[in-house]
């Protein structure tokens, strides 16, 4: 099969317990990225040492973070449900990827495509819009081009649309089949149809 073949999901993290393996610049990168997404995400983050000042300071705004100060142990994978890694350890990393598979928890590595079960793309995020951009691995930078140019291309005030829209949703009776038409029918001048 060609193309992207992933299939694209948005994870609940404030429901989920995330553990994040490192302490560095990378790991910092990807804790505010999750705490963009999701500032209720319940996130434990191992490291032998903290390197970036930053983690330290977001976990002590944050609740729902702790810091566990010492290198991995098997033991630390107890109660997660997605773990993200980010040393510069690729043994250390197919170690606990090999411990994630045998408790069927999902993991990413960063910059490893090869031993991750999941990618995490380049995101738009504009009120309760989300829009995730992903190159099967192959190019962050395309995917970061993409995402700004969608920034800018998507109105900031597309949250009045958004509740606009649920408004009109609520109040159609009917089945889903004649809600979906009815949608389609009121957004259908977008496109240029009329």
Request: net charge positive; with cysteine.
């Amino acid at each position: 099969m060609e193309g992207n073949v992933l299939f694209p999901v948005f994870l609940k993290l404030d429901r989920l317990h995330t553990l994040l393996v490192g302490g560095g610049y990378v790991g910092l990168e990807k804790l505010e990225a999750i705490l963009r997404n999701s500032p209720e995400a319940k996130v434990t983050i191992c490291a032998k040492e903290v390197l970036q000042e930053k983690i330290l300071t977001l976990a002590e705004s944050h609740p729902h973070i702790s810091i566990i100060a010492r290198p991995y142990e098997k033991k630390f994978l107890k109660g997660k449900d997605v773990v993200i890694m980010a040393t510069d350890s690729r043994d250390l990393h197919e170690k606990i990827k090999t411990h994630c598979r045998k408790r069927h928890i999902l993991a990413n590595v960063a910059d490893t495509p090869d031993l991750c079960d999941f990618y995490l793309g380049s995101v738009v995020k504009k009120g309760d819009l989300k829009i995730a951009i992903s190159s099967n691995g192959k190019s962050p930078t395309i995917t970061k081009r993409i995402r700004e140019y969608l920034e800018e291309a998507i109105p900031d005030d597309i949250q009045i649309l958004l509740d606009k829209m649920k408004e009109i949703r609520d109040q159609l009776k009917g089945d889903f089949e004649y809600k979906v038409k009815e949608l389609n029918r009121v957004t259908k001048s977008w496109n240029g149809n009329s």
